[in-house]
Structures are given as structure tokens and as C-alpha cells.
């Protein structure tokens, strides 16, 4: 192979690798990253939902209104710690789709149809789902949503 071959490999395992990177397309995280890359400050929106319920929270003029019959003011300093309790929240662990057969599976975590969520709204929109509760304590199964 000549240098110009090796070159142009090289060209095109960069162009790769830059596609990968940002392309937006979605990866498992690791245990490291925060399960929303959401910046609290930029949030617009939130609904909560467990069961058939659901809280919807919006944002305007700097202001966090609960969307009800009449709308309602909410606690700026619980708004404030749910994002931030959010935007921290990390996985322990994760499970690749082949480990989800048998007695571990989104049914038995209560992920297939999950009843409780947490919608964030802001440039982009991030849904995380919870599940059953972990092997440990105050520790819960939970999955991205595909919003």
C-alpha cells in the first residue's frame, strides 16, 4: 500500500469518527454522564405524569405556571431543585438490550408501558421513564424516553 492509500484511510476514519460524534444520533450512556444533557437554565417546560395523571408546567416570561383550570404560579425553588435533581440524575449501571429476556425484562421492570415519567422541554426534549425499584434502596430502574 502506498502513503497515498494509507492517507486517504486515515482521511476517511477522521471523517468517520466526526459523523459519529455529531451526528445527534442517540448512544447508551455511561456511568459517568448525566442520563439528560439538558441545561436546567434552558428549560421551557416540564410534565410529570404517573398513572393516568399528569402535572404540565410551563414557563413564561420567566415565570413557571401550572397549566390547570385556573393556571397557578409554582414554587420557583422547586422547580429549581427538580432540574437540577434531574440534570444530576446518573446511571448505576445499564442493561444492553440482550440482557432483557426472562425475568429481566421491560414488562418485569415496568418499563414497556411505564407509569410514571419525567418530561424536560427545552432546545431539545428528554423523557425518562421510571421503573420498579432497584436491588437497592431508594434505587430505580429507569429508561430514556423517545421523545
Known sequence: MSWRGTLLLLVLAVVATGIFLFSGASHTRTTRESLIDIDPAQAKGIVIREGSGSMVLKKQNGIWIIASTPPDRA???IIRALLQCASGIKP???LRPAELKGSV???SL???NPRRSLTIEADTTRTIDFGVEGATAARLYARLGST
Open 75 to 77: 414554587n420557583p425553588s
Open 92 to 94: 448505576i449501571d445499564t
Open 105 to 107: 425484562s421491560l414488562e
Open 110 to 112: 415496568d418499563l414497556k
